[in-house]
């Protein structure tokens, strides 16, 4: 009797239980937390080597999330420039092989403002502009005078260019008697001089040039060279019909999401025009199809490895959490004993052990989160890779955490409260 009483005491003086005790009187959070806080330091040693592989899982999920993050947003980076997800409807039905009858595409046009309207809202197309062939030469002079691909279209027609801009400016589609050169027209007419602010001729009338295009560099141009890039020269669209009789919508080019399936979204586009033309297949979808599929799944197979590391970092995450937890179930269960016996409740203790196994969880993903930091902030100085660490990640990092403490923490809290005091004193 007098070796319980002993040990009573010193449970009484040890602060952790006398803090639990005293939060018997009436619970709080932060009593609780204070309690678990000083359970952990108590066991500084194993609450370090716990901590420590969480501060590891953390710190590689996350710099591993950073660094896809940033290799997805090069990957649009690179379908953007590329072109690969732009899309082309001409005026007539395509051959077998896919290709167009450039036959009929020089006839009567039988694409309308109406197709741009429908297919402007098809869900996945982010960007859609009308094109209007204007013929004739670009002239600077009676003798100077070069060979140019003009097109009238709108602003988001320019942009979908994947050469960008060299000098000047993008126009709008409220503009009048603007242009933009592409780099082969400008080279020709004015050499190494600067072409902005100069004026050209294009349909006997007379245009300002607003901006240059960058040399396309190898790029043959847009969906398969049916519109060379380094020979274009853009009108606004709204004033080149205006001011050039007889204009029809000889091209309608739209800008996919690749997040969208490639086969759905151009199945999408073509029923689409059916509804427009009333059933007449007097229409062609010219796409890079390959190129979209290995954009589709290159993508899938990113986020599929994302989620696959994810699953298990958190399974190796709470395993250890649990294990570590009913370690401490084992060694602590005659001070569970003792505090029961000295008041503590079944609610108290499971409290207790789930409140550590969330602090742990949560020390452990703050800890990794700011290694993390760090790691990504190296690679991204001493390697090509540009990871991004987002606020929405680290968030997700700590609530992952927390309910991975929760989860494993509910296990050995329930051991924990169920324990019989009596059997837990005789525990040796």
């Known amino acids: 009797m007098a070796d319980v009483n002993d040990e009573l005491q010193r449970a009484w003086n040890h602060s952790g239980l006398r803090h639990t005790v005293r939060s018997n009187r009436g619970f709080t959070l932060g009593s609780q937390a204070k309690s678990a806080y000083l359970a952990l330091r108590q066991n500084g040693l194993r609450s370090i080597l716990t901590v420590s592989g969480i501060v590891i899982g953390v710190m590689a999920i996350t710099t591993l999330i950073a660094i896809l993050t940033g290799v997805k947003k090069q990957i649009n980076e690179q379908v953007d420039g590329l072109g690969a997800n732009l899309v082309m ?48 030469t670009i002239s600077r002079s ?36 603007v242009c933009i050169l592409g780099y082969k027209p400008a080279e020709d007419l004015f050499g190494n001089t600067p072409a902005v602010g100069k004026f050209v001729t294009i349909a006997g009338f007379k245009w300002k040039v607003v901006g240059v295009l960058a040399n396309p560099q190898g790029h043959g141009g847009i969906s398969g060279g049916m519109m060379p890039l380094s020979t274009l020269a853009y009108l ?109 409740r079944r609610s108290d203790i499971f409290v207790q052990f789930l409140s550590e196994a969330v602090m742990l969880s949560l020390t452990g993903a703050l800890i990794g989160l700011i290694l993390s930091a760090g790691v990504c902030a190296l690679i991204a100085r001493y390697s090509p890779l540009v990871p991004l660490l987002s606020p929405q990640l680290s968030l997700f990092a700590m609530f992952t955490c927390c309910s991975v403490g929760v989860v494993f923490g509910v296990t050995p809290a329930i051991r924990a409260s169920r324990l019989d005091p009596i059997e837990a004193l005789r525990h040796e």
Request: aromatic share 4%; hydrophobic share 40%; charged share 20%.
């Open 236 to 344: 606004p669209d709204r004033e080149a019909t205006r001011l050039v009789k007889g204009c029809e919508v000889n091209r309608i080019v739209l800008q996919t999401d690749y997040k969208h399936p490639a086969d759905g979204l151009i199945s999408t586009l073509n029923s689409t025009l059916m509804k427009t033309h009333h059933g007449n297949d007097d229409f062609g979808v010219i796409t890079q199809h390959k190129a979209l599929a290995m954009v589709d799944k290159l993508v899938n197979m990113v986020q599929s490895l994302l989620v696959l590391i994810a699953a298990i970092s958190l399974f190796v995450a709470g395993i250890g959490i649990m294990n570590i937890m009913l370690v401490t179930v084992t060694e602590r269960t005659r001070e569970i004993g003792i505090r029961k016996t000295v008041g503590a």
């Open 142 to 177: 009676k003798s100077q005078q070069a060979s140019a691909f003009v097109v009238a279209t709108n602003r988001a027609g320019v942009q979908m260019n994947p050469t960008p801009l060299a000098t000047g400016r993008y126009f709008s589609s409220n503009e009048k008697r």
């Open 89 to 136: 409807v001409v005026p007539s039905k395509l051959d077998d092989n896919g290709q167009p009858n450039f036959a009929a595409m020089a006839g009567i046009s039988t694409l309308t403002p109406a197709d741009v309207v429908a297919l402007g809202r098809v869900p996945g197309v982010t960007r859609i502009s009308p094109v209007y062939i204007i013929s004739g």
